[in-house]
């Protein structure tokens, strides 16, 4: 093929791969060097991996030869989140405690993307165990934005949200326990989502707090990521909280008409409760504007105030992180860096009381959101309430200070996907919603996050950095 | 619940849970702790006895 690989999508590399027009060992070396000429600038990796992937691209490539392909993930580089396991492949979670820690199986969806034929690049930064960052104290420096590399990726799932907009992996998982898919996704301009709890295994994928931990893919576009949670889907027997569902195609009603969708307008959340910057709400008012223009019918729904999710889903991560780090935090202190150390401490400053009655408080959320859903497809509100903010002045307490407006479908555990709604006038950032789905319904939420983009053309602009 | 803490009491808190924290975020972590504070204050709504929390489940078989 002729151009630059790196900047296809999933669908149109396993396209041409499928027509013999592209070689997986082709589209990994473009991966590759592209790592190699950027890494430095963005520190998007832990662990680079690239004669793994070579071993893998070659391999797909020779099956590709003689079967024909998998499916659309065979022979296509994707990089993890270091801290999904990897057998014989380091698994830090970007900490000095587990530098050392090489895993002897892989997370039970690494296994699943391996048997999709994906082409696993090596392992992307995080921040500290999905809580810590951006940190200066770890091992190696946090992840930089490629849409201005002195701004924060977001996180937790910083270096995937970097490697992915910088096209060096054309996918890339993470996992979210308050913000960490939707956050970097947001201000990284892709496509991520925060699958139904259930939906994804857990196994194998380091904790920060197990009853809101969720796995999932991030992309360039919609429709790649609903191909690579295809590859990641399966039930898994041994992860306790892993949903036995019926798996639906994720892609088969992307082209189908949104005409007469409904979609719910949470205003409160990022025009009051949260309130977004000016860019993030024109955006969010013009995609409004798309969706009525593609005939969907929108409404305004009020939830419960968003300082209500937010206090219990901070309250519940904050106790269940800490009781897994307890040991270590009290043991050895120092081999956490600052922020993740005095995040995941103040758990410890909670109650048994505080913990249940967080977990009550939740019921009457979950409750609450489903009955404002009754005749609501989905809702839609601000992916981040602002665009990148300078790496090195992000708040370690902003958690705390102003509500968190992805935490809500953490702590009830619908599915929800943030995806770019455009760029902020002048200085080019991604600024994105977020689309929320029923339980198990991430084919709608695919859906009209697909008639979204086909009816907006923010998918055709890349970082700057990648045309220098 | 008071939103406010003193700085012994909140050394205690510290104490009891066994974490040492450097004397240079001692603030900075008492005023973190105590926006944390006004979240328990939140989650506590008059309920009845039976309020049961999430994750309550179906034992197996039933």
Request: proline residues 7%.
């Amino acid at each position: 093929m002729t151009g630059d690989p790196t900047l296809l999508t999933i669908r149109e590399a396993s396209t041409l791969i499928a027509e013999r027009k592209l070689s997986p060992v082709e589209l990994t070396k473009a991966c590759i060097a592209r790592t190699e000429a950027l890494d430095a600038t963005l520190s998007t990796y832990v662990a680079f991996t690239p004669e793994l992937a070579l071993d893998a691209a070659r391999a797909a490539e020779a099956e590709i030869g003689t079967s024909g392909p998998r499916g659309p993930m065979h022979g296509i580089p994707v990089g993890l989140k270091d801290i999904y396991d990897t057998a014989g492949v380091a698994t830090t979670a970007h900490s000095n405690l587990l530098k050392s820690r090489v895993p002897a199986e892989d997370a039970f969806t690494v296994t699943k993307l391996r048997e999709s034929g994906a082409v696993i690049t090596g392992k992307l930064g995080t921040f500290e165990f999905a809580i810590g960052g951006p940190s200066f104290d770890l091992f190696t420096l946090p992840a930089r934005n490629p849409w201005d590399p002195a701004r924060t990726t977001g996180g937790s799932s910083s270096g995937s949200g970097a490697a992915v907009a910088a096209g060096m992996v054309l996918g890339a998982t993470g996992s979210d326990t308050g913000a960490s898919i939707r956050s970097p996704s947001s201000l990284c301009g892709l496509a991520g989502i925060k699958p139904t709890y259930g939906l994804l295994s857990r196994r194998g994928i380091l904790p920060l707090s197990q009853s809101l931990d969720h796995a999932g893919p991030m992309c360039w576009t919609v429709e790649d990521a609903a191909l690579m949670l295809q590859a990641m889907v399966g039930h898994d027997p041994l992860d306790p909280a892993c949903a036995d569902v019926a798996v639906p195609d994720f892609t088969e009603k992307l082209d189908e008409t949104v005409k007469g969708k409904t979609i719910g307008v949470i205003r409160h959340f990022h025009e009051t409760d949260h309130e977004a910057a000016p860019p993030v709400l024109a955006a969010i008012e013009q995609a409004i504007a798309v969706y009525r223009s593609l005939g969907c019918v929108i409404k305004e729904v009020t939830l419960p105030p968003l300082m209500d999710f937010a206090a219990v889903g901070l309250i519940i991560m904050s106790s269940e992180a800490f009781a897994i780090h307890e040991a270590d935090l009290r043991a050895t202190p120092e081999l956490y860096g600052e922020i993740a150390r005095d995040r995941i401490s103040m758990g410890g400053l909670l109650t048994g009381a505080d913990y249940v009655q967080a977990l009550r408080r939740r019921q009457e959320l979950c409750a609450a959101v489903a009955e404002a859903m009754i005749g609501v497809d989905v809702l839609l509100t601000a992916g981040s309430p602002f665009p990148a903010q300078p790496i090195d002045n992000v708040p370690k307490w902003l958690m705390y200070q102003k509500p968190s407006i992805t935490m809500p479908f953490n702590v009830t555990g619908l599915p929800a996907l943030a995806l770019c709604a455009g760029y902020e006038p002048g200085t080019g950032l991604p600024v994105a919603m977020q689309l929320v789905g029923h339980p198990f319904a991430e084919t709608t939420v695919f859906q009209l996050g697909h008639a979204y983009e086909q009816a907006t053309q923010w998918r055709a602009t890349r970082p700057a950095l990648l045309a220098a | 619940m008071s939103e406010t803490i003193s700085t012994e009491a909140f050394q205690v808190l510290l104490d009891r849970a066994g974490i040492r924290v450097k004397p240079e975020h001692m603030e900075e972590m008492r005023s973190a702790f105590m926006l944390l504070q006004a979240m328990r204050e939140r989650v506590r709504k008059p309920r009845g006895y039976d309020a049961e929390p999430a994750h309550i489940f179906a034992p197996m078989g039933r």
